[in-house]
């Protein structure tokens, strides 16, 4: 949500995203990813969550957040701000959906 907020911020200030929202967004996109694997590792062993929903929240993290990462790079600095705070934005109502699926 942070990034969300920064990213928006600087797309109304018409700002180029800078490098450390871009390391931010790509520690995000790595950290989901970690995430996604122990909850894969937690899946293998027998460890299902309650609905398959959730499994379906964490696939889309860790697609969406790289996909839009590479297709925000090739346009201009305003694109990348717009789509990069618009990713943001949407995979945080994606962890939050995940948490309230349990």
């Known amino acids: 949500m942070v990034l969300g907020l920064w990213g928006t ?3 109304f200030r018409q700002a180029a995203v800078s490098g450390g929202f871009r390391s931010s967004y790509l520690i995000m996109a790595g950290l989901t990813a970690v995430q996604g694997l122990v909850g ?7 460890q299902r969550p309650h609905t398959l929903l959730h499994l379906v929240y964490g696939i889309f993290a860790v697609l969406f957040l790289p996909g839009a990462y590479l297709w925000a790079h090739g346009g201009s600095k305003r694109r990348e701000a717009l789509i990069l705070a618009a990713a943001a934005w949407i995979v945080a109502v994606a962890y939050f959906r995940g948490i309230a699926t349990g």
């Not at 894969?40 to 027998?46: D, N, R, S, Y």
């Open 9 to 11: 911020y600087g797309y």
């Open 40 to 46: 894969l590792a937690l899946f293998v062993v027998g």
